[in-house]
């Protein structure tokens, strides 16, 4: 099983990382501000199954220069781990960061993703429709990209299937409340699913109220399938498959 989205950084214990690392085939940890981008690199590089994504997140722009996004082609370049740019977007559910400004580091950000020719992860929050207007605007995207932790619409998820990105639902969609999300689930087509933890966020229903760790996406992939009618192990093959073609990685072989 593949976690294409945690903080490992951030995790609660170094058990909690070592127990992750160990339960999981891959996960793709992310570094997304200047502190957290040094660390999700040393992490990658520590741990054979672990892959590293970086980028500035959109409450994390106000302190950064465009340089330091140079510097992110250059961290790339000298790091075989780093496979991706992100998390990076838009989110106004919090006014941390001026709109304008948040919107340019996003543009400047999907440049360098498609300069490097590598996977785009996207965070949107009460952004949508500005997010999907900025995505369409820089079509195509060869190397593809995540639309994480999904919060959309079924529109949204649309737009964002035709642009060729990937669906990525964490532990919110097994929340009692979350009737809209697992609305959109049902509609995704099954090629363009991922599943994702966000440790230490967004614990699954059965273990809410606890900080996350990636072990914890089994929770969420039992939920999936059971919502979505499918056998398990069908699901878990078959996002691990999507992530696997996303990040190019290599394949395994289940236990
Ligand atoms: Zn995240």
Same mark, same amino acid.
């Given at each position: 099983?593949?976690? *294409?989205?945690?903080?490992?950084?951030?995790?609660? *214990?170094?058990?909690?990382?070592?127990?992750?690392?160990?339960?999981?085939?891959?996960?793709?940890?992310?570094?997304?501000?200047?502190?957290?981008?040094?660390?999700?690199?040393?992490?990658? /590089?520590?741990?054979? /199954?672990?892959?590293?994504?970086?980028?500035?997140?959109?409450?994390?722009?106000?302190?950064?220069?465009?340089?330091?996004?140079?510097?992110?082609?250059?961290?790339?370049?000298?790091?075989?781990?780093?496979?991706?740019?992100?998390?990076?977007?838009?989110?106004?559910?919090?006014?941390?960061?001026?709109?304008?400004?948040?919107?340019?580091?996003?543009?400047?950000?999907?440049?360098?993703?498609?300069?490097?020719?590598?996977?785009?992860?996207?965070?949107?929050?009460?952004?949508?429709?500005?997010?999907?207007?900025?995505?369409?605007?820089?079509?195509?995207?060869?190397?593809?990209?995540?639309?994480?932790?999904?919060?959309?619409?079924?529109?949204?998820?649309?737009?964002?299937?035709?642009?060729?990105?990937?669906?990525?639902?964490?532990?919110?969609?097994?929340?009692?409340?979350?009737?809209?999300?697992?609305?959109?689930?049902?509609?995704?087509?099954?090629?363009?699913?991922?599943?994702? *933890?966000?440790?230490?966020?967004?614990?699954?229903?059965?273990?809410?109220?606890?900080?996350?760790?990636?072990?914890?996406?089994?929770?969420?992939?039992?939920?999936?399938?059971?919502?979505?009618?499918?056998?398990?192990?069908?699901?878990?093959?078959?996002?691990?498959?999507?992530?696997?073609?996303?990040?190019?990685?290599?394949?395994? /072989?289940?236990?």
């Amino acid at each position: 099983m593949i976690d *294409t989205h945690a903080h490992l950084d951030m995790l609660k *214990t170094e058990e909690d990382l070592v127990e992750s690392v160990k339960a999981l085939d891959y996960i793709i940890t992310i570094g997304c501000d200047k502190e957290e981008i040094p660390k999700a690199i040393d992490i990658a /590089n520590k741990f054979d /199954n672990v892959y590293a994504s970086i980028g500035y997140h959109p409450y994390d722009v106000n302190d950064i220069q465009l340089s330091d996004l140079e510097h992110l082609k250059e961290l790339h370049n000298r790091n075989d781990k780093v496979i991706a740019i992100g998390e990076t977007g838009l989110d106004y559910y919090r006014d941390y960061t001026p709109v304008d400004r948040q919107k340019e580091f996003f543009k400047e950000q999907i440049k360098i993703a498609k300069e490097l020719n590598v996977p785009l992860i996207v965070h949107s929050r009460e952004a949508n429709e500005d997010t999907m207007d900025i995505l369409e605007e820089f079509a195509p995207f060869p190397a593809s990209g995540i639309i994480h932790c999904f919060g959309g619409d079924r529109k949204m998820m649309e737009r964002a299937v035709d642009l060729g990105f990937y669906i990525s639902f964490a532990g919110n969609v097994t929340y009692p409340k979350a009737d809209n999300l697992r609305e959109v689930l049902k509609h995704v087509p099954l090629d363009r699913l991922l599943l994702e *933890t966000d440790s230490p966020f967004l614990s699954p229903q059965k273990k809410r109220g606890k900080p996350n760790k990636p072990s914890n996406i089994f929770y969420t992939l039992e939920f999936v399938a059971d919502y979505l009618g499918l056998d398990k192990d069908f699901v878990e093959r078959k996002t691990d498959e999507n992530a696997i073609n996303l990040f190019k990685l290599k394949t395994f /072989n289940y236990t």
